[in-house]
């Protein structure tokens, strides 16, 4: 298992939970960002860049990972194509989609878009907390145990 991360977007303070858990469980983590990223000296953390342009970042998680990996995004779609290729997507305030969820999820996402196109202001998501922060490390850490990180 290798775990993947939509770099982009994803809050540092979940990179250091990530970096955390890779160090202590020694398990191959990369981050795909289309910016440079700076990690830390590490035999299993490393970063990809990959060219700026939409879904870039999305498209390489999607052709690298393997069934059975683990995906970090808050990227809807892309969570949909982990699924479809087998991986896992745990979103990083600790929500993992699924195949149950998935298509409510881009759904509403479907639907805040087309109000968004009509002119009406939706807003944006919720400040990260430490209520997500610590759900997504209570998340990563089941997963992990159940899935051999351990």
């Known amino acids: 298992m ?12 979940i990179k250091q939970i990530l970096f955390q858990a890779a160090e202590r469980l020694q398990i191959s983590t990369t981050l795909v960002a289309n ?16 060219p700026a342009g939409f879904d870039v970042a999305d498209n390489e998680i999607v052709r690298l990972m393997q069934a059975g990996d683990l995906v970090i995004t808050g990227d809807i779609p892309l969570a949909s194509d982990v699924l479809t290729k087998g991986g896992y997507a745990l979103n990083p305030r600790g929500s993992f989609y699924t195949a149950e ?18 002119g009406v202001e939706t807003g944006g998501p919720a400040a990260f907390s430490n209520a997500d922060r610590q759900a997504f490390a209570n998340q990563l850490d089941r997963f992990l145990t159940k899935h051999g990180g351990s």
């Open 35 to 50: 910016q440079f990223l700076t990690t830390p000296p590490s035999r299993v953390i490393k970063a990809l860049q990959v």
């Open 101 to 118: 969820n998935i298509r409510e999820f881009l759904s509403m996402r479907q639907f805040m878009e087309e109000l968004r196109s009509g």
């Open 2 to 13: 290798q775990i993947w991360v939509d770099a982009d977007a994803c809050p540092n303070v």
